[in-house]
């Protein structure tokens, strides 16, 4: 693998591999699908910060203070989004194996303290995208492939927090975070910055 082919197989990855594994996400808890809804949201603690180690990835080459609100945002949104990984999936599932009806107050219960968390996630994740693009305005890519990639962000993001990683709307998002990523990372250009005032 070429140094080039690294950093670009490092940002796709992680969406990529949140993609497939959203192609089993069962579409509803139920009694039967709690076993794997509840195994694959601990496999998934894993997965979802690895959306924010991309960003540090595209954000490589950032160390002022405009570099460390992206670093702080992608580190808000890996910690938030596990929270709602944690309540609505493993949370919900665990109880539901141990005896708790699926659509009970006590599971409606979870999956309505975790959507604040969620979203707050997400809303981290837009502003470290968004420090990504300001960056590589700075760097020199286009002001067309920035509007470009901010579009797709944008609603993959939207996807994101309307389809978590659902058939189908999930695995949009997460294709969508791929192409993003991979976009933004072929616009690295080795020039310097335009400076920011610090």
Do not use: C
């Amino acid at each position: 693998m070429t140094p080039r082919a690294v950093p670009i197989a490092a940002v796709a990855a992680p969406p990529l591999v949140l993609a497939g594994v959203g192609l089993t996400h069962p579409a509803m808890l139920t009694v039967d699908t709690a076993q794997w809804w509840t195994t694959m949201h601990l496999a998934l603690l894993l997965l979802f910060p690895l959306i924010g180690v991309a960003v540090w990835v595209l954000l490589r080459h950032e160390t002022n203070w405009l570099g460390w609100v992206g670093r702080v945002a992608a580190a808000a949104y890996a910690v938030l989004y596990n929270g709602l990984d944690a309540v609505a999936g493993i949370a919900t599932g665990t109880i539901v194996l141990a005896g708790a009806e699926p659509n009970g107050e006590f599971v409606n219960a979870l999956f309505a303290a975790s959507t604040p968390l969620g979203l707050t996630g997400l809303a981290a994740l837009a502003v470290a995208l968004a420090v990504v693009l300001i960056s590589r305005l700075r760097r020199g890519a286009s002001l067309l492939l920035v509007v470009s990639s901010a579009a797709v962000f944008g609603a993959s993001l939207y996807l994101f927090a309307t389809g978590h990683i659902y058939w189908p709307r999930g695995l949009l998002a997460m294709v969508g975070l791929a192409i993003g990523f991979v976009v933004v990372e072929l616009a690295l250009r080795s020039r310097e910055p335009k400076e920011v005032a610090s």
